[in-house]
Every structure is written in structure tokens, then in C-alpha cells.
Nanobody, 125 residues
């Protein structure tokens, strides 16, 4: 079973930054594209960013590409999502998933993608 574990969420003031981590085995990171998603209360889950497994291509949803940065930390076997200039509307549970379709402004989880349990991000003064 594919296991992913998110961490790094918390309470942040508007304008602040946060670094989220999605830990998984190197075998998973080498085999699947990994994506970051979020779901705010009362809203649908939305794909934010993903990194492909082979060439490490980086992709972002247009609405977040100026503030979000995705990367892979091979030493920690993790996919990192850095978020800058946080806004109250960024408040959500952030999830990572393995087996994601990636492309320009395209981050979609496969029907049988594996998900982590999520990490809460709250942006408030």
C-alpha cells in the first residue's frame, strides 16, 4: 500500500510563508507523479501543483503559480510545497497524492490515487 504523510501545516498570519512536506518512499517518488491538493470547508478539492516522476517536471495551477513552489527533497524522500504571501483564502486542508496527471494548469488525481491524511493550514491574524 502506498503511504504518504503530510506535515508542516499550522496557523500563519496573512503574508507569511509555510513549507509543507509529503513524505513517501523513494520507490513511490520514482514511480508516480506526486501532486498537492487542498480542500477548504464547503468547497471542492482542487489540484495545486505536481511533480512528475521521470523528468521531474514541475506544474502549477495558474492561480497559485506565482506563490507556490514544488520541489523534491531526495535526502528526505519528500515532495515539498512552499507557499508564500499566504492569504486567508489559502486556509484549507492540504493533501498530497501519488498517481497524478500533471500538465500546464493541470493537476488531477487518478481514480485510484493514494492519498495522505492531510495537514491543516490556517491563515489568520
Amino acid at each position: 500500500q502506498v503511504q504518504l504523510v503530510e506535515s508542516g501545516g499550522g496557523l500563519v498570519q496573512p503574508g507569511g510563508s509555510l513549507t509543507l512536506s509529503c513524505a513517501a518512499s523513494s520507490a513511490i517518488l520514482d514511480s508516480y507523479a506526486i501532486g498537492w491538493f487542498r480542500q477548504a470547508p464547503g468547497k471542492e478539492r482542487e489540484g495545486l501543483s505536481c511533480i512528475s516522476s521521470h523528468k521531474g517536471g514541475l506544474y502549477y495551477r495558474d492561480s497559485v503559480k506565482d506563490r507556490f513552489t514544488i520541489s523534491r527533497d531526495n535526502a528526505k524522500n519528500a515532495v515539498i510545497l512552499q507557499i508564500h504571501s499566504l492569504k486567508p483564502e489559502d486556509t484549507a486542508v492540504y493533501y498530497c497524492a501519488a498517481d497524478v496527471s500533471c500538465g500546464p494548469n493541470l493537476v488531477v488525481a487518478a481514480p485510484f490515487a493514494s492519498w495522505g491524511r492531510g495537514t491543516q493550514v490556517t491563515v489568520s491574524s
